[in-house]
């Protein structure tokens, strides 16, 4: 108590800055007084009697400072005097400091902006309440839509009759709800409104979706499980987003009717501003609708009756203190027992392989994971370079303290030989670099802001809705101090340390006579590690910059100029199977008549549009439908014309065209991969295959063979897979409802490409109003050239060889100026050498060489260092490059030529100085 | 400052808190230099040549309100600062007179023990 009190009144003097220095002063004064008349009184002279006073009280000076001690925090106050001390110091060397400042700005801000990003991707839970209750099923994020009964040992989506066998039988979750693993676009418009209908994303979800995030409606009211009951009225939730930018935050939306595919909904809440459903994706869902009105929007295409069909993901809160691994073993039970119920719907010895079946729980805190799954690898690269770049710009600024605190050295000794305490003095210097070091910070925290918004832009350039905010956030803000912190003991620990090691002798000597020589080495060090770590970011820029351009330029096997791609969803507009073929010769011949359009192809999916649908086959009188045989290959459903239309070459046979009416022979194109794998060395046209088992072996006869065309987004770095193209005018009847639902979706084709002649361009608004004049309900959900898709594919992968090769030109630079340093700095403390040197007549280029020679050393010593460290890089980038040589040598040369060659140019400036010194200005030096 | 003088001071401090509670308790309001003859009577030379470090020691007393302190009227008719014992202050003299008593019974003890009664 006393000592709070204490406490209290010495914070309180501290913070009013009240001076107890007048009331001691006038005490004092007083004392001496009376002491004085008192030693008057005892017979003294006035001068003796005054004398014994001042006497008897004591040093008045270490009172006065014990006095001031006990008044305020003299902790603190100490502290503050560093502080302003530092400050007063870096004001004089406003050079010093500006350069100091700006270059740990960069590398505190090149650190932060990717640690936002690591924080926002990786770390961050969801924002619902307690995330880490959440469980979730499985542990990879997957997409979309899977068939079949079994998933081996990756039980992520499931089908809706198994999520509702889970959801009744598990116990331990207090809820545990279900998902679309992906959204879909719907075509929403407000009832009584004038706009048409726009396009939005939409998921849908079960019914206790909402109570088990433990998320409330921002306004109205969340989905409940009585939505969620067949015959219930079909409501909607709408995103905070949507309700702000589309309506305004009109409270008369809550409530209202909306047609969402056609179909009347009642949006009954708005979403809270900051959830985003439950997954981290470029694209935020904008509606949720209760699973039990899938069948309702989806129409034909619905998923929700298949038991064999996936596409639901799973979340459930567990009760407290409910143990996950028994859950897991539970489900395990339940999963068997449910698959065993459906074995009459299996293939032959389906039983065989339920054992075989196994499903895992994980934490479901940070919900599904893709774009952890996608971006992992990415920032753990990123997290290091930007690291290295750190660690070189500490490097530099160490350098920059070191010259500062040699030019300090007599000072430093001067003071140790008044009887300076070393401690005082390593404190003052670890001050300054703190103090330098968190000016950086705040500095860099600007520079990190802007540097994230930039990579978000980058980033997601083609998305609306990013749910990642570039603001800091706390654990970025604490980030970015920690950091800044432990940069300001790391660059000035050296310089403290030598300021210890002031040899008051020092003093006394005089001139910095060549000490500086030893002294030197620390900083000869620094620069060979900042060339050898510059050497490994020039060359990581180099590898990833090759790998891109080589996947950017490579040949795709279809024509990217002048082609427009344009995206629609006829299942938004409430299009019936029977009705498709109609629409798509409606457009195409719309299209066509426009003014500069070459010709027009719809396709199921173009090019590198991110879609993929693949199944796996089974050819006549070659290969039974193995479990393990890979038969696997990629498929599309096209219009006649569409080969023209991409300029995929036909190499072999014809394409599909007007021929292949519905009830004419099936057919197929394949491409040369397909025919390589399954027809070896024979002719394949003629030749029949099928989707699925034996019995549908003889469906399709294969009539051409195009060319191999890059068609999907992944594997990008292996040679192109078997793929196969069929007319949308056929369609197969499969027994198995679930190829059936498949073969059904698949006729509705989502891209429409347009070639246009040399120097025309298709305009969005034409392209609209073409497409309203088929169908006014028709709404395009996005139109891009074909190279602008192909290069959009690329986007992650050209950010981070961007994002790298930034920070090895910003390491490059940092090296060069260090070593721009380190020369001008010697070739001070010598200069007194070469005047001698040049008094025993050597001439110009005999010193010019001299300098350079030592810069040399120092580069070639850094390469050496660093061409093991790059090679490291180049391992560990490895499956990032694409099939890219990782140790590819003309990269690595470039890499440690670039290196040399500007470090030699960073040095040749002093190093020509030095070579105009004259004996004279030598002397005068000294 | 040499160490052995800065532990001096320390010991000095305690004891010479004590003191200046005591002579407030016994003797009523007192400026400082009122304290620092008492003190100086009772304890001989302990003041003689540093009377000055007894403000830093009221200073920290007044902090701890043990003392509280108000300008008054001295004996040369000059401004005085007149320190005056709390309540609180009462309390912490009559533990530490009752620490010092214990101790100090216990050193004497200690210190007029006999060879036979330590082994």
Do not use: T
């Given at each position: 108590m006393r000592a709070l009190w204490r406490l209290w009144k010495r914070m309180r003097n501290f913070a009013v800055r009240r001076d107890v220095e007048p009331r001691l002063r006038e005490e004092m004064e007083q004392h001496l007084a009376l002491q004085t008349e008192e030693n008057i009184r005892a017979g003294m002279k006035p001068e003796e009697a005054r004398r014994q006073a001042v006497l008897t009280f004591g040093p008045a000076d270490a009172i006065q400072e014990s006095y001031h001690a006990e008044a305020g925090l003299p902790l603190i106050e100490r502290l503050l005097h560093d502080v302003r001390y530092a400050l007063r110091r870096l004001r004089r060397a406003p050079v010093f400091t500006v350069t100091a400042t700006l270059t740990l700005a960069l590398g505190i801000g090149a650190t932060t902006s990717i640690f936002s990003l690591v924080h926002a991707i990786l770390l961050k839970s969801l924002p619902v309440s307690k995330p880490d209750q959440l469980v979730r099923l499985g542990k990879k994020a997957d997409c979309c839509v899977e068939g079949g009964y079994f998933r081996g040992n990756d039980y992520s989506i499931v089908s809706y009759e198994l999520y509702t066998h889970f959801r009744d039988k598990t116990?331990?979750?207090?809820e545990m709800a279900a998902f679309q693993a992906d959204g879909n676009f719907l075509a929403v418009r407000r009832v009584h409104d004038a706009r048409t209908a726009e396009s939005y994303f939409g998921e849908f979800v079960s019914g206790n979706y909402f109570a088990m995030f433990g998320v409330s409606a921002y306004a109205g009211r969340a989905l409940t499980m009585s939505d969620?009951?067949?015959?219930?009225?079909p409501a909607a939730i709408m995103s905070y987003r949507v309700w702000q930018q589309t309506y305004g935050l009109d409270p008369s939306v809550i409530g209202s009717e909306f047609n969402i595919n056609g179909k009347p909904f009642t949006v009954v809440g708005v979403t809270p501003p900051g959830f985003f459903g439950d997954t981290l994706k470029s694209m935020a869902p904008d509606f949720f609708l209760p699973l039990a009105t899938e069948p309702l929007v989806q129409g034909d295409s619905s998923l929700l009756k298949h038991a064999d069909t996936c596409w639901l993901e799973i979340i459930g809160r567990i009760q407290p203190g409910a143990d996950v691994r028994s859950i897991e073993a539970q489900m395990q039970v339940e999963l068997h027992q449910w698959l065993r119920s459906h074995l009459n719907e299996m293939?032959?010895?389906?039983a065989l392989d339920i054992p075989s079946q196994v499903l895992y729980l994980s934490p479901?805190?940070?919900?599904?994971t893709s774009m952890r799954q996608q971006y992992e690898d990415w920032l753990r690269i990123l997290l290091i370079v930007s690291g290295i770049v750190l660690l070189i710009v500490c490097v530099n600024v160490a350098n920059l303290m070191l010259v500062r605190s040699l030019e300090r050295r007599q000072q430093m000794a001067l003071s140790m030989a008044l009887g300076a305490q070393p401690m005082r003095l390593v404190r003052g210097a670890l001050t300054e670099s703190l103090v330098l070091s968190l000016l950086g910070g705040a500095l860099g925290l600007a520079v990190g802001f802007a540097g994230t918004r930039l990579i978000l832009r980058f980033a997601f350039e083609t998305m609306t809705a990013v749910p990642i905010s570039a603001s800091p956030s706390i654990p970025v803000l604490l980030f970015a101090f920690g950091i800044s912190l432990i940069t300001g003991v790391a660059f000035g620990i050296a310089p403290a340390w030598m300021a210890t090691h002031a040899d008051p002798v020092d003093a006394l000597r005089g001139a910095n006579r060549s000490t500086g020589r030893v002294a030197s080495l620390p900083r000869k060090t620094l620069v060979v590690l900042q060339v050898a770590l510059s050497l490994v970011l020039l060359s990581a820029a180099g590898l990833l910059t090759a790998a891109l351009h080589n996947i950017e330029h490579q040949n795709f096997g279809f024509e990217l100029d002048g082609r427009t791609v344009i995206h629609i969803d006829p299942v938004l507009a409430g299009y019936k199977p029977e009705q498709l073929e109609l629409l798509y010769r409606r457009i195409h011949d719309s299209f066509a008549?426009?003014?500069?359009?070459a010709s027009v192809a719809c396709v199921q999916y173009s090019p590198m549009s991110g879609d993929s649908w693949s199944e796996p086959i089974s050819v006549e009188g070659k290969l039974e439908l193995g479990r393990n045989a890979d038969t696997e290959a990629g498929w599309a459903r096209v219009v006649p014309g569409f080969f023209d239309v991409i300029g995929d070459?036909?190499?072999?046979g014809r394409p599909i065209d007007e021929r292949d009416k519905a009830g004419a022979q099936h057919v197929a194109v394949i491409n040369e991969a397909f025919a390589r794998k399954f027809f070896k060395n024979e002719d394949p046209i003629g030749k029949h295959f099928g989707q699925g088992g034996m019995e549908y072996a003889n469906d399709y006869e294969i009539v051409g063979v195009a060319r191999d065309a890059r068609y999907l987004t992944y594997n990008l770095e292996k040679p192109v897979g078997p793929f196969f193209f069929l007319p949308n005018t056929q369609s197969t009847s499969y027994r198995d409802p679930s190829a059936a639902s498949t073969d059904v979706r698949s006729h509705y084709l989502h891209d429409l490409v347009v070639r246009m002649r040399p120097g025309a361009r298709l305009s969005e608004s034409l392209a609209r109003t073409t497409l309203a004049s088929v169908d006014p309900n028709l709404a395009i959900v996005r139109m891009q050239t074909l190279s602008e898709q192909v290069a959009n594919t690329f986007s992650q992968q050209r950010l981070i060889s961007r994002l790298t090769s930034l920070f090895g030109i910003l390491a490059l630079v940092l090296a060069s100026i260090g070593i721009y340093g380190v020369t001008a700095y010697n070739l001070a403390s010598r200069t007194s050498e070469i005047g001698m040197r040049v008094a025993l007549g050597a001439d110009r280029s005999d010193i010019f060489a001299l300098i350079l020679r030592g810069s040399f050393l120092l580069v070639a010593f850094g390469l050496l260092f660093g061409l093991p460290l790059a090679l490291g890089v180049g391992r560990f980038l490895g499956s990032q490059l694409y099939g890219l040589n990782q140790f590819d040598p003309i990269i690595l040369a470039t890499a440690g030529v670039t290196m040399a060659l500007s470090a030699l140019f960073a040095a040749f400036v002093p190093a020509y100085r030095g070579s105009l010194i004259s004996p004279m200005q030598a002397l005068r030096s000294e | 400052m040499t160490p052995s003088m800065k532990q001096k001071t320390d010991v000095q401090q305690g004891t010479l808190a004590l003191m200046v509670l005591k002579t407030l308790d016994v003797l009523g309001p007192l400026h400082g230099y009122g304290i620092a003859k008492r003190i100086e009577q009772i304890s001989g030379d302990l003041l003689s040549v540093n009377q000055g470090t007894l403000y830093p020691v009221l200073l920290r007393l007044e902090q701890e309100r043990a003392i509280e302190s108000s300008w008054g009227a001295s004996e040369n008719n000059r401004r005085a600062r007149y320190y005056r014992l709390t309540r609180e202050g009462r309390r912490q003299l009559q533990a530490e007179v009752r620490d010092w008593r214990q101790t100090t019974e216990i050193i004497a003890r200690f210190l007029t023990a006999k060879a036979e009664q330590l082994s």
């Open positions: 116990k331990g979750f207090e969620d009951e067949s015959g219930a009225a293939y032959a010895h389906a479901g805190d940070a919900g599904i008549n426009l003014p500069g359009v070459a036909i190499i072999k | -």
